[in-house]
């Protein structure tokens, strides 16, 4: 660790998250791309009463926001939506797709923001612009002209309003398919699928106030100081208070262990920070099951000890008898768990596992947060049911200060969830539309990402729609995906900026240019609100503020409108009445969702409201009516095996993305700057493999059995780092070569793009010779 070569670009960072460094990291990102000192001010409306919601993430505001909440990568998704560079008409003119497609990802979106839509002509090899009447004419008939609608793909990502998700999600059904791929499928489709066995809702049960209440605060496989930074406010708070935050991770965050905050002049004058994680445990990749394994093993012997001498039992047991099912057979699931795996698994000491289960004991009101690093994963939902399994024992579930916390990613994937963005819709779903608009969705279920995927590659789909995101980058097997994509009939894309995923050309590729949230929405009856959910259920509204980059923009609600209207001679739909006033919009959504009731009205409060949660009231809408104990067999990929691969890879953001989006090429808490082809590795793993800091080299996937496949990625640059033995890191989206499509779990279809065993060996010579100039 104390090898450093600033040369190239990596040396230790010794600071706090937070702090000078993040009110830097915002003047530069506003110098950059804001041109306008007005446009700045946009800042200030950053989830403010009155103002819009911040794209950066889904964790929800203090409800009376007095000073104002933003941070340092809010910040950087303002400014790279708000910028004042653009990529207009005659850029697409000077620049056929072939060369465009040589560019960089930070190359393609730096060009700036989309002002008018496009069509991609085959024989100039560009993209020329398109009035939008006739392109919805054009892509209307096409649509019509396809013989089974599931032949479509409707494909969401988790920036869409509740407005705009609702109206795609009626298009879709009313076109007759319920192919909603979308970007929750390679995100929380764990907790979407697992927590509803678990405990009926697939939400988190917790709200901000609860970090008030509670004494301990597990952070499980996320890292809040680059993707949650308003966290860190919270956490503080929480530390502050004398309550314990426990960090469980492969990788040391400096987010989770001490945070300056911008808000605090003293910390900020005196260069001060506030400690966070009092305990930090380095869990190997992929080893969350078997640590939750262990930590309940413990659990149930210190309960049986606590029993025998007449104490205080440490499980909850008039909950679990009142409240749950399948104790039992968790406990025997247990029993059956054998030590030493748990230990080779996790990689973790039997004693760090004791401390673990031991604050867990002792806290009175338990929040466990997760993230990435505990769904993309083989066993991703099981993993999630584990940890709702660690609350249940001891009633952690439905009490103030208690809780599961997943955090999600998108600022509004929870929301488009809730307004009907699935491929498996509730027969109550499917009543409901038919019963407010009068016509018959499609019954059977639909494709996700990776199953659209699959159609497309066999031909079975035709067409690919995109509500925004970056699907073709976004997903595993990049390689297999960008072929497809190729062979399709129609793209239509709708984005804000230019990707990757707009150069895979179809035989008819159109590219349409969105109004941001920053955006002022001007629609016939005046200005328009949207709405949007954060990861604690709190509905709110968010009003841009800035004149649109350019007049030819839409909103997506007026675009999805357009699309169906063209497409749909017969609808049941009145599109206009609902695109002249969203009001109208939340007026269906509450007709078909009840827990909407009175949308309009509530939505305007400050703060907005907070939707009904029955796992929270523990009300418990299973099957059975009560909370299930879930077991999980066998503690890794192969329940069978008792081995584990010797070394696997993680795939992470760095502080300087907003996922396949990169801002730039540093990634500050963890020492890098300037590059992105690195390895993470933790210094024994490095000496066991003689490598040094700087030294570069191949890493080669494997397959479940070990062999050897044709993923590969040459000529890394090793950064020793402080991680969990048997683990590797690099970043998403470049290391989504590794992953094959197949590899997924098989409950809930989520890529595991944190869990791919590999071998590393040396560059040669000629590959480390090219090294210097890469990136
Ligand atoms: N600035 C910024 N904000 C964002 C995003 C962004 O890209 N940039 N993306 C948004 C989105 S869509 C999402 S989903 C969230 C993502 O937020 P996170 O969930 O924090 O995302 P990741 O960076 O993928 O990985 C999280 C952590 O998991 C750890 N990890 C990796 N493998 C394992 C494992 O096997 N076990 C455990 N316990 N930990 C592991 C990594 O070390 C890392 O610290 O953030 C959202 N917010
Ligand atoms: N290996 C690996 N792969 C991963 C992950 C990982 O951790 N590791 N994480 C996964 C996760 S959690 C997620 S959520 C997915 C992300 O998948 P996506 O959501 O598909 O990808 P993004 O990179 O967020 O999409 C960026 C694009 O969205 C468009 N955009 C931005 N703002 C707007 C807007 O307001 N409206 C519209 N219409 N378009 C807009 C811009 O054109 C931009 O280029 O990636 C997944 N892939
Ligand atoms: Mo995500």
């Not at 000078?20 to 530069?28: N, R, S, T």
Request: net charge negative; proline share 5%.
């Amino acid at each position: 660790m104390k090898e450093q070569n600033r040369n190239i670009g990596i040396a230790p960072y010794g600071g706090s998250a937070g702090g000078w460094g993040a009110l830097k990291a915002v003047a530069d990102a506003v110098r950059r791309q804001m041109a306008l000192k007005q446009d700045a001010i946009a800042l200030f409306k950053v989830n403010q009463p009155q103002g819009f919601d911040c794209p950066g993430c889904a964790w929800p505001d203090p409800q009376h926001t007095s000073s104002f909440e933003f941070c340092e990568n809010g910040a950087k998704a303002v400014s790279w939506e708000a910028t004042s560079k653009r990529t207009t008409p005659e850029f697409f003119a000077a620049h056929t797709v072939t060369e465009l497609w040589q560019r960089n990802a930070f190359e393609l979106e730096g060009e700036g923001r989309l002002t008018h839509p496009m069509k991609y002509d085959a024989a100039s090899d560009t993209y020329q612009p398109i009035e939008w009447e006739t392109a919805f004419a054009e892509i209307g008939a096409r649509l019509r002209s396809y013989d089974d609608p599931d032949s479509v793909e409707f494909y969401t990502s988790g920036r869409a309003s509740n407005e705009a998700a609702f109206l795609w999600q009626l298009f879709a059904r009313e076109y007759g398919t319920n192919n909603f791929p979308d970007c929750s499928n390679m995100c929380h489709e764990p907790t979407s699928v697992g927590l509803p066995e678990s405990i009926g809702v697939g939400k988190g049960t917790v709200q901000l106030d609860d970090f008030d209440h509670c004494d301990l605060v597990l952070c499980i496989g996320h890292n809040p100081g680059t993707n949650h930074p308003r966290m860190l406010a919270t956490l503080r708070d929480v530390a502050k208070r004398g309550a314990t935050i426990v960090a469980i991770n492969p990788l040391r965050e400096r987010g989770l262990e001490r945070f300056t905050s911008p808000q605090s002049p003293i910390e900020m004058l005196s260069m001060s920070s506030t400690q966070l994680a009092s305990t930090y445990y380095k869990v190997r990749v992929g080893g969350d099951a078997a640590m939750l394994k262990g930590v309940m093993k413990i659990l149930l012997s210190m309960h049986e000890d606590a029993i025998a001498a007449g104490e205080k039992p440490v499980l909850d047991e008039d909950f679990i008898q009142q409240h749950t099912e399948g104790f039992d057979a968790l406990k025997e699931d247990l029993d059956n768990t054998d030590w030493a795996h748990i230990l080779k698994v996790s990689g973790m000491d039997k004693a760090e596992i004791q401390n673990i289960a031991r604050l867990y004991a002792a806290a009175e009101n338990t929040i466990i947060c997760y993230g990435m690093g505990i769904t993309q994963h083989q066993y991703g939902t099981q993993n999630v049911q584990q940890i709702a399994n660690l609350l249940l024992m001891r009633g952690n579930i439905g009490k103030r200060g208690a809780g599961i916390c997943p955090l999600r990613g998108h600022s509004n994937v929870q929301g488009d969830r809730t307004v009907g963005i699935t491929e498996i819709p509730s027969k109550t779903l499917l009543d409901s539309l038919e019963k407010v608009f009068g016509f018959t969705p499609p019954q059977h279920h639909g494709h996700g990402a990776v199953a659209a995927i699959k159609a497309i590659q066999e031909g079975k789909s035709q067409a690919l729609l995109c509500l925004g995101g970056n699907l073709a980058e976004a997903i595993s097997d990049p390689q297999a995906t960008f072929a497809a994509m190729r062979k399709l009939d129609l793209v239509v894309h709708m984005a804000t900026k230019l990707n990757r995923s707009h150069l895979l050309m179809a035989k008819h590729s159109y590219l349409f240019p969105v109004l941001g949230r920053t955006e002022i929405d001007e629609q016939g009856s005046g200005e328009q609100s949207v709405t949007v959910e954060d990861s604690m259920s709190m509905v709110h509204a968010s009003r841009g503020a800035l004149k649109p980059v350019s007049p030819h923009l839409k909103s997506e609600p007026a675009l999805v409108a357009a699309l169906a209207k063209a497409t749909l001679p017969n609808t049941r739909v009145n599109w206009d009445k609902m695109v002249n006033d969203y009001s109208f919009i939340r007026d269906a959504i509450e007709a078909v969702f009840p827990a909407f009731k009175d949308f309009n009205r509530r939505v305007m409060q400050p703060g907005g409201f907070h939707l009904y949660n029955a796992a929270a009231k523990r009300e418990w809408l299973t099957p059975s009516g009560r909370a299930q104990f879930k077991v999980m067999e066998g503690i890794n990929e192969d329940p069978r095996s008792l081995q584990c691969h010797d070394l696997v890879l993680t795939t992470l953001r760095s502080h300087d993305q907003y996922n396949t989006t990169l801002y730039g090429l540093n990634d500050r808490y963890r020492g890098v700057s300037g590059r992105r082809d690195v390895l993470f590795i933790s210094a024994d793993e490095a000496e066991n493999r003689q490598l040094r800091v700087g030294d570069t080299v191949n890493m080669i996937a494997l397959d479940p059995q070990g062999n050897r496949t044709e993923r590969r990625m040459d000529n890394l640059t090793i950064v020793v780092y402080d991680m969990a033995p048997g683990s590797v890191a690099a970043y998403y989206p470049e290391a989504n070569v590794m992953v094959p499509l197949d590899s997924h779990d098989t409950k809930s279809g989520i890529p595991a793009y944190k869990s791919i065993p590999v071998v590393l060996e040396p560059t040669t010579a000629t590959q480390a010779e090219s090294s210097g100039t890469r990136r």
